[in-house]
């Protein structure tokens, strides 16, 4: 929009707006005064065009984009800290305080919810959760196998099951869509666009579908993914149910009195996919398969709750579009050669990738 304002432009502007009496060569007292000034004024321009964009959610960002979606009501969703459970063996009688410190060997940390004693068998078992929220929490099992502060009595750690539901700070991208769908599709009384809405407040919450009248009048069923959009784990679900349900949740209850509300987790489809490639000169298949794998990623990713069709040629543009490649040869979806359709509670997930 003011594109235009340039220091150039706006020095011209100003030096034909003088006398011609006045000397307005450059080197000139005229020249060098108008010249500073134009550089300042360009300045403004080029502050008002970043002022005009902040003040839109679809070219904002950070705080801005939040000021401009809690005028509507839509809140950035906090990071959640992973929680899992730790098995630790010692002494008899050795004390665990609540807030115990233990880590991964990579340094990711949890401490201890409640306070714990080793019992006569030597082991017990403790909840723990991540000192830092985020998906970095998420760490696999027997991962969890060092104490940074020593603890009497404890020779041994260990968390026997990954640690789950940990999740990042929403970024923009996801924020600025729940804006649009809010401000596009209105949700009032419980309809079904309300109940998505409802489930993708939840911290943790990709996507959500919404199936009325599942199993009889007064009925609902939500099926969620998590926001990797991969199957949501127990806890997610359960936190969604308890923030929908007015009678079985422990939250908020959303939904309006007397509805029976049902949240599951979505199911996943395999996708494998076999092909024989073309490969530019010096390339290999080790050197190409992380670009296919990560385009076959992207591409199901895309699709997922959006639509129930994989289609082939879709992923053959895949194959072309991986650096590397130069053509392909016999490709293979599941078996065969056309399109995967998808049931309406399904996810595509990449399952294996045979390259020839």
């Not at 979606?69 to 004390?95: D, M, Y």
């Amino acid at each position: 929009m003011f594109e235009e304002n340039t220091w150039k432009t706006i020095l011209a502007r100003m030096l034909s707006s003088i006398k011609n009496e006045m000397a307005k060569l450059e080197g000139s007292m005229t020249f060098d005064q108008a010249s500073a000034a134009a550089l300042e004024f360009a300045k403004v321009y080029t502050s008002l065009e970043r002022v005009l964009n902040l003040a839109f959610a679809q070219t904002t960002s950070g705080n801005f984009l939040d000021m401009r979606c809690e005028e509507r009501g839509v809140f950035r969703k906090p990071a959640v800290a992973a929680k899992g459970t730790l098995k630790i063996t010692g002494a008899s009688g050795a004390q665990i305080p609540k807030d115990s410190l233990f880590s991964t060997i990579y340094g990711t940390q949890f401490k201890t919810t409640t306070s714990v004693t080793i019992p006569v068998s030597g082991i017990v078992a403790v909840p723990i959760i991540a000192a830092i929220a985020g998906v970095s929490g998420n760490v696999p099992a027997n991962s969890i196998v060092q104490m940074p502060v020593t603890i009497a009595g404890i020779t041994k750690v260990t968390n026997e099951v990954a640690t789950e539901g940990g999740y990042d700070t929403e970024y923009d991208e996801s924020l600025l869509q729940r804006y649009l769908e809010k401000a596009r599709k209105p949700t009032t009384s419980g309809n079904k666009a309300h109940y998505v809405e409802w489930s993708l407040e939840v911290p943790g919450v990709g996507g959500a579908k919404v199936f009325p009248l599942w199993n009889g009048p007064k009925t609902v069923k939500v099926v969620i993914v998590d926001s990797a959009f991969l199957p949501a784990p127990a806890r997610l679900v359960e936190d969604v149910q308890a923030y929908i349900d007015p009678v079985q949740g422990r939250g908020e209850g959303k939904a309006p009195i007397g509805a029976h509300v049902t949240v599951e987790s979505a199911t996943t489809k395999q996708i494998n996919i076999t092909a024989k490639l073309t490969l530019a000169a010096g390339k290999t298949l080790a050197d190409v398969r992380p670009g296919i794998e990560t385009g076959i990623d992207g591409y199901l990713k895309t699709i997922a709750f959006k639509d129930t069709v994989i289609r082939y040629a879709q992923i053959g543009t895949v194959l072309l579009n991986a650096p590397g490649v130069v053509d392909y040869q016999n490709l293979q979806v599941n078996g065969g050669n056309g399109n995967i359709t998808l049931i309406e509670t399904e996810i595509p997930q990449r399952g294996t990738v045979t390259l020839t």
